[in-house]
């Protein structure tokens, strides 16, 4: 293997191809809504997402040694929070995106993850910011980007009530 390339690198390339696949069960599911007659929220903040998450995996791949150690225990952890996530994805299913997309004869989810807590998706995402860099050591690749992923989810979040309050309004109507 190349002295550059260690388990910092590689789990950043499989959280990119996570992602990618992610990305393409988003699309599809995307392509779906709209033609039902979604809308979109918070379009112009979707950069300022796509961008923080990438720099996360940038940062890992390219500011964490190759001979960084191996957290097992830590590694184990964020392993698990991976069928958290599939877990948040499945009880979505085809309404589950990227973006934010609201249909307004779509049910408000309140089985699985969304049964504990609100936003599960991002309590996830949090948790990972923080933990992968940690299985490596680097706790200033978590802090840091741990920061700005709560700054970016507290904004993302704030999109998302709005464009669900109407739905959530008359969910909660006798």
């Given at each position: ?55 996360w995996i940038a940062a890992i791949f390219l500011l964490i ?106 969910a909660a109507a006798p």
């Amino acid at each position: 293997m190349p002295e550059f390339l260690g388990w910092p690198q590689i789990a950043a390339l499989l959280v990119l191809a996570q992602r990618g696949l992610e990305e393409l069960h988003s699309a599809r599911n995307t392509r779906r809504l709209k033609a039902e007659g979604a809308r979109e929220a918070g379009a112009d903040y979707y950069p300022v997402v796509a961008a923080t998450h990438l720099g996360w995996i940038a940062a890992i791949f390219l500011l964490i040694p190759a001979t960084a150690t191996v957290q097992p225990v830590l590694a184990a952890v964020y392993l698990l929070l991976q069928g958290v996530r599939c877990w948040v994805i499945g009880t979505l299913g085809r309404f589950w995106t990227h973006r934010i997309y609201t249909l307004d004869a779509a049910p408000i989810e309140r089985r699985g993850p969304y049964a504990h807590i609100r936003h599960p998706n991002y309590w996830v995402t949090n948790c990972e910011t923080a933990l992968l860099p940690l299985v490596f050591g680097a706790v200033w690749v978590a802090l840091i980007f741990t920061a700005i992923w709560v700054a970016v989810i507290r904004y993302k979040i704030v999109l998302e009530d709005a464009a669900l309050a109407e739905r959530r309004a008359a969910a909660a109507a006798p």
